[in-house]
């Protein structure tokens, strides 16, 4: 199993940034793919999580209205458009992959990819 997170970089609050998330090893239909993050000195945090096979989408309050969650199922990819981007959204962000999700929060978190630093300055 596999997962690969990428597209983290600065961005001026306002500003938006696009991160993707490779998956490899297992078979997407059985899971949900998460993003969190862990903001310095913060316990890691849920962003928004999508049921692979049906495509329904959670996210925390902190982001709704301005972040999505989407997959292509070509590529294997998820991906998350973050937009209007606040300084609070300063992090590191991961995607994991979960067995399930339950009022609109990912269960049974068991494989991380490697995170990527996104940083928006004010």
């Known amino acids: 199993v596999q997962l690969q997170a990428f597209g983290g970089g600065l961005a001026q609050a306002g500003g938006s940034l696009r991160l993707s998330c490779t998956a490899s090893g297992f078979t997407l239909d059985d899971y949900a793919i998460s993003w969190f993050r862990r903001a310095p000195g913060k316990e890691r945090e849920f962003v928004a999580a999508?049921?692979?096979?049906?495509?329904?989408?959670y996210y925390a309050d902190s982001v709704k209205g301005r972040f999505t969650i989407s997959r292509n199922f070509a590529s294997n990819t998820m991906s998350l458009q973050m937009n209007s981007l606040l300084p609070d959204d300063t992090a590191v962000y991961y995607c994991g992959r979960a067995r399930l999700i339950r009022d609109g929060l990912p269960y049974g978190m068991d494989y991380w990819g490697k995170g990527t630093l996104v940083t928006v300055s004010s």
């Open positions: 999508i049921g692979w096979s049906r495509g329904n989408s």
